[in-house]
């Protein structure tokens, strides 16, 4: 009997895109979800329907898990908080669900927003450690032939830390096209085969009219893309 061909190496390159499309750096939508599962992340203690255990990220934090509510928090090797929010079951994966918030250092929020089985979805809004509004984008949830997508779609605005409104436009999510060339291995003719095979994700791009304003509050340029 013939044994099956198996899955060697991946490697992934990108077909490059418009130079409007957004830097992701600048925005950070995730919230540390640090936990892999029971196997993978060490038991520290239990008691009742809370049990604690070493982050699978950075192993000086510790997760502590509610069974019962679905509910996870992140604390810091000085246990403070800095990540919390409910997760659902998928499989068995735990995904991020419903509204996360991000701390500093256990007091003020950080970042806060919304996923959907994993996906950062709706208003997500970060603040500075002063406490005041910094930046507001929105997140769309694209279903392309049942395979699903986040990505950066809608009004987006950044703040001083004075509170003036610093950068106010609109973002629109396009269709990327994602080119992973696989290495097969065969066992039997002892050979190593690459197939390319494409698949398509969606990246943020500027759209329409954009204002940038400078810390006084005066229109410093304009953009109509």
Not at 40 to 46: S, W
Not at 95 to 105: E, F, V
Not at 160 to 188: C, M, R, W
Request: with cysteine.
């Amino acid at each position: 009997m013939n044994r099956p061909l198996r899955l060697f190496v991946a490697f992934t390159f990108c077909i490059c895109i418009s130079s409007k499309t957004f830097a992701q750096q600048t925005i950070q939508p995730s919230i540390l979800f640090e936990f892999t599962s029971e196997e993978d992340n060490r038991l520290i203690k239990e008691n009742d329907s809370l049990k604690f255990y070493v982050a699978s990220g950075d192993t000086s934090n510790v997760v502590c898990i509610d069974e019962e509510d679905s509910y996870y928090k992140l604390l810091n090797k000085e246990r403070k908080l800095i990540a919390e929010g409910a997760f659902i079951a998928d499989g068995e994966k735990y995904l991020q669900a419903g509204k996360w918030n991000a701390y500093y250092a256990g007091a003020k929020v950080k970042l806060t927003g919304y996923y959907e089985k994993g996906r950062p979805v709706g208003t997500w809004q970060e603040f500075y450690s002063s406490g005041k509004l910094k930046t507001v984008y929105n997140y769309a949830i694209i279903d392309d032939k049942g395979v699903k997508n986040s990505c950066l779609s809608g009004s987006y605005q950044e703040f001083y830390q004075s509170g003036k409104l610093k950068v106010n436009g609109f973002y629109v999510a396009v269709s990327t096209t994602v080119h992973d060339t696989v290495v097969i291995e065969d066992p039997i003719e002892n050979k190593k085969l690459e197939k390319v095979m494409s698949r398509k994700t969606y990246s943020p791009e500027k759209t329409g009219h954009w204002e940038y304003y400078t810390e006084s509050g005066e229109l410093d340029k304009k953009e109509d893309l």
